[in-house]
């Protein structure tokens, strides 16, 4: 089945500037990767979301890139603020025959004011 | 709002005992989704469900087992809870085109087990 794996598990960046998160994934049959937020105490929300017939998908402040030959792909978020810390989770989905959603381990991603 | 509601939001039983989690949603998806999240270990599948006759095991269904008994309620039932199952847990529902999978989750249910 389908791997991901997310990195770093933990992030500290100071306000205003930029934060990377990756994540790689196994199967090259995957074709939809979205990236979840979780504020503390609260629900995982879709951010932001890529196909594989696309490069790079930008929403304001954020942005996701995908590499489908290295099987990996990237959340920026630009001009952190502190209402950017949270948990950070990538995912992979195939609409082949598993169908089936693989989350990565989580980004805790902390911006000091 | 549509939603998808979980309850009860925390639970604290005993070793041995059963527990039902439940779930239901006022969105009309046919997909719903049970996941634990574990700190450190991300979110895990434990069932799924594409319509009321339907269930499938995910990644990490042993201990536990689930009741789809209408579209709108999907249940999860710890038969004996042990301690390693103490965890929070979400439901989730989609309304998957086939070509991607965005979920809603529930507000999710702590679990503790002593």
């Known amino acids: 089945g389908e791997n991901v794996e997310q990195h770093p598990s933990t992030l500290s960046v100071q306000e205003g500037d930029s934060a990377v998160i990756k994540c790689t994934y196994s199967?090259?049959?995957?074709?939809?990767f979205p990236w979840y937020k979780q504020e503390l105490g609260k629900r995982p929300q879709l951010i932001i979301d890529i196909r594989s017939n696309v490069g790079e998908k930008k929403d304001q402040r954020i942005a996701v890139t995908l590499n489908k030959t290295a099987k990996h792909f990237s959340l920026h978020i630009t001009e952190t603020q502190p209402e950017d810390s949270a948990v950070y989770f990538c995912a992979a989905f195939s609409s082949g025959s598993a169908r089936q959603l693989t989350f990565g381990s989580g980004t805790q991603l902390t911006v000091l004011p | 709002d549509a939603d998808v509601t979980q309850t009860p939001r925390n639970r604290i039983t005993k070793t041995g005992k059963r527990i039902m989690l439940e779930c239901s949603q006022t969105k009309g998806h046919d997909r719903m989704y049970w996941y634990r999240q574990d700190p450190g270990l991300g979110l895990r599948l434990i069932y799924y469900s594409f319509d009321v006759k339907d269930i499938n095991k995910g990644e990490i269904s042993d201990g536990y087992s689930v009741s789809r008994q209408a579209q709108a309620k999907f249940s999860l039932s710890l038969e004996s809870a042990i301690p390693n199952q103490t965890a929070l847990y979400f439901c989730?529902?989609?309304?998957?085109?086939?070509?991607?999978?965005?979920?809603?989750f529930g507000s999710g249910t702590q679990l503790s087990v002593l």
């Open positions: 989730a529902t989609s309304d998957s085109t086939g070509a991607d999978e965005k979920l809603f």
């Open positions: 199967d090259s049959a995957s074709n939809y």
